[in-house]
């Protein structure tokens, strides 16, 4: 039992962990980028945020997004091994 639990670890921080640390990156370091992409996608649904609201502050934004994400990316990553060691 104890290989299984090792698999859903490296699983967990493989599947979901680091994606969310990757992205969180991008957001972090490109925040211009992400926020186009954003425009991007609302844009399809006929709604431009940046229209919505001119005065937002996306770099900020983009960048308290990317902290998060890279943060749960560690967390998702670190808890499982941290709490194998106990």
Known sequence: ???FEHFITWFLCLAIGVPFGLVGCFHFVFPETAWGMYRWWHGLFGSDPQSIAPE????????IVGLT????????CGIPMILDFF
């Open 1 to 3: 039992m104890d290989s």
């Open 56 to 63: 937002y502050r996306y770099a900020l934004a983009m960048r």
């Open 69 to 76: 994400l890279i943060f749960g990316g560690l967390s998702i």
